[in-house]
């Protein structure tokens, strides 16, 4: 844990987010207050690595809600939520007494790279970005256009909402 970080002083809440093994995005929320000292962490079971996309854990998977792991905040990965004020994330790495949870995704890649830069090769990675315009008509919330996936003609009439958003970012 980095004892440099500090919480920014707008923040009053913390989600500490992992990726499971369904890749789904999950995340627990703690409130600053309850970890004075800069390690914020929560504690999950170990079946959350087990669960399906249907919410079930997989019995096969051998990892049950017996037993516990802590899923502890990387301060260097912290985001305010300008959407959500009072509110910051941060990405969690899963331990087991004081180690790296087998489990762990985060460990998990944090290996490969490592194992690669062994071997002499670098990993470099991106997400890609995939949503749907939609628009508000009289009615209802709607398709901002009903032109064929990857259609270049959807890139020409929504360019301009593209290029903002680009920009934003």
């Not at 970080?5 to 409130?31: G, M």
């Not at 970005?129 to 009903?146: A, G, Q, T």
Request: charged share 25%.
């Amino acid at each position: 844990m980095n004892k440099n970080f500090k919480l920014p002083c707008d923040t009053e809440f913390i989600q500490i987010l992992w990726c499971d093994n369904a890749n789904i995005i999950r995340a627990k929320a703690l409130h600053k207050d309850l970890y004075k000292n800069s390690d914020y962490y929560v504690d999950i079971s170990e079946a959350q690595q087990a669960i399906s996309t249907t919410g079930t854990v997989v019995r096969e998977s051998g990892l049950n809600p017996v037993g516990e792991v802590q899923l502890v905040g990387d301060p260097a990965s912290f985001t305010p939520l300008p959407y959500s004020p009072g509110h910051g994330r941060m990405m969690g790495n899963m331990m087991k007494d004081g180690e790296v949870w087998e489990y762990c995704p985060r460990g998990f890649l944090k290996n490969i790279i490592k194992n690669a830069s062994e071997i002499g090769f670098k990993v470099n990675a991106a997400f890609e970005n995939e949503f749907y315009l939609l628009r508000k008509d009289e009615e209802d919330i709607v398709p901002s256009d009903n032109t064929p996936f990857a259609s270049t003609y959807a890139m020409d009439i929504n360019y301009k909402v593209t290029r903002d958003m680009v920009e934003a970012l």
